[in-house]
């Protein structure tokens, strides 16, 4: 009796890898709400309203960004900014998109479809072969400004048209290209959570099993030491 007890305490004993897989998908969905509220709470998701930054992104496609002050930005950074007012009004929008060029204290032209920085070509890695700059007057970028043209040189509006931009219009800067919605990443984060969900089910129900072969044995020696009272009763009788 005392082997079979053990080899039954042997099987209700959670298993090794189901409780290693349930620490793991813990770990898992408890990293993926932590990335929904960073991506929630610190950084802000802008629709792209035009076609001033085809073909990095079209408009309708969804950027990333974190607050700026216009401070320490670089050449090649994206940024969100607020138009001169009656741009804005022309264009029924409070806010554009465009990327910087040039920083305070550089000089900025564009000859030829080129666009120079200093006096030198600019190095534009960020823009497929092909795009070609409209002409720009040599304009130098005071200090606390920078100097912004959208991706799709010739349907933008830039500093091209309404000059270099103050770093008090700078509201952020784009830190990623394709932006999940809300309901995407709770739905990727829902997903997530599916494996530590069913991995608790099914513990769940393993101890429920795990209690019914208990009970049934404590119905069992309940019955034998019944039994064996019963016997000694009558052994007692008989003699």
């Known amino acids: 009796m005392a082997e079979a007890v053990g080899a ?13 897989a349930l620490i793991v998908a813990g770990i898992v969905a408890g990293l993926a709400v932590v990335a929904l509220l960073v991506v929630t709470v610190a950084f802000d998701r802008y629709t792209i309203p035009s076609q001033s930054m085809v073909p990095t992104v079209g408009p309708g496609g969804s950027v990333l960004t974190r607050p700026s002050s216009g401070r320490g930005l670089h050449r090649g950074d994206i940024i969100v900014l607020r138009p001169p007012l009656s741009l804005g009004r ?14 305070e204290g550089d000089t900025v032209s564009a000859t030829g479809g080129h666009l120079q920085i ?3 070509d600019a190095n534009e890695a960020y823009l497929p072969s092909g795009i070609t700059t409209p002409d720009i007057p040599q304009t130098p970028v005071p200090a606390a400004h920078v100097y912004v043209l ?11 048209i309404f000059g270099p931009v103050p770093f008090a219009s700078v509201n952020a800067r784009v830190v990623r290209i394709g932006a999940p919605s809300s309901m995407a990443m709770l739905g990727g984060t829902l997903v997530l959570c599916l494996p530590l969900i069913f991995l608790l089910a099914a513990r769940r129900r393993s101890r429920r099993q795990g209690r019914e072969p208990r009970r049934g044995r404590e119905r069992r020696e309940r019955s034998e030491y019944a039994d064996w009272a019963e016997a000694r009763r009558s052994e007692r009788r008989r003699s």
């Open 90 to 103: 022309s264009l029924g929008v409070d806010q554009v998109i465009g990327r910087v060029v040039a920083i």
């Open 118 to 120: 200093n006096g030198a």
């Open 8 to 20: 039954e305490n042997r099987v209700e004993r959670p298993s090794t890898r189901r409780t290693a």
């Open 150 to 160: 959208g991706d799709n040189r010739t349907n933008s509006q830039g500093s091209r």
